[in-house]
């Protein structure tokens, strides 16, 4: 039973490019989570999908950032036209169902560095 | 806003001794509360949590005590093992209010020497 996937595990642009993570929830899941931890901090939420749906996303910044889950496929996370401060490590989560959205289990993130 | 937040980065226990970490909130909206482990190059994994109408929790190794009055948690790791250290986070959620985000500390690092 495979976890949480995340693709790529390391991602580098340059200022400017954009940037797309991926996230396979666990099998069976249909809640993702998304959240961004930056060098010497916690995990910061960002945002929450159902399939095809965004639920929450009061944590995501106003520019440059959308997420989708789409019925086929996984989710993904986009920053476009990424600056410096975009360097972080981003971590997808996923729960099966909303009676469990507390436990929420972890994708090993992706490590985005913008240069 | 730190809503969450661990005060000590790290700590360092001998093998076979009690470690205890500890966290406090602001938000009195908080009414469960969880603890994740975290590996470097890895995802933080689930390890234990709390409701707010309890006061402990045990599972193991493993106790987190709620203190809601002082708004404090902390969480019992006896004996401590080397496989234990890892970095350690908090984390809140506040299901009237904002569903299922959860609200993270900072972590503490915990270092078991053998």
């Known amino acids: 039973n495979a976890g949480v996937m995340q693709n790529p595990r390391h991602l580098v642009r340059r200022r400017g490019q954009e940037a797309r993570l991926r996230c396979s929830p666990m099998k069976g899941h249909s809640h993702v989570y998304w959240y961004r931890q930056l060098p010497e901090e916690g995990l910061k939420f960002m945002v929450y999908?159902?399939?095809?749906?965004?639920?929450?996303e009061s944590g995501m910044p106003k520019e440059r950032f959308s997420a989708e889950f789409p019925k086929e496929g996984p989710s993904i996370l986009r920053i476009q036209q990424v600056v410096r401060g975009d360097s972080a490590a981003y971590f997808c989560?996923?729960?099966?169902?909303?009676?469990?959205?507390?436990?929420?289990?972890f994708g090993p993130g992706t490590r985005l560095t913008v240069t | 806003d730190q809503q969450v937040k661990q005060n000590s980065p790290s700590l360092s226990v001998q093998e076979g001794r009690i470690s205890i970490l500890n966290c406090d909130y602001t938000?009195?909206?908080?009414?469960?509360f969880l603890w994740y482990k975290k590996y470097p190059a890895e995802g933080p994994t689930f390890l234990i949590s709390?409701?707010?109408?309890?006061d402990k929790n045990e599972d193991g190794r493993f106790t987190v005590f709620l203190n809601k009055s002082a708004k404090h948690l902390s969480l019992h790791i006896v004996p401590s093992q080397p496989g234990d250290s890892a970095v350690y986070f908090c984390?809140?959620?506040?299901?009237?209010?904002?569903?299922?985000?959860?609200?993270f500390g900072e972590g503490t690092q915990l270092t078991v020497n053998p």
């Open positions: 709390i409701s707010s109408i309890k």
């Open positions: 984390a809140a959620s506040a299901r009237e209010t904002s569903g299922s985000r959860l609200t």
């Open positions: 938000n009195s909206m908080f009414d469960y």
């Open positions: 989560a996923s729960s099966p169902r909303r009676t469990e959205a507390y436990e929420q289990y």
């Open positions: 999908l159902q399939k095809e749906n965004i639920i929450d």
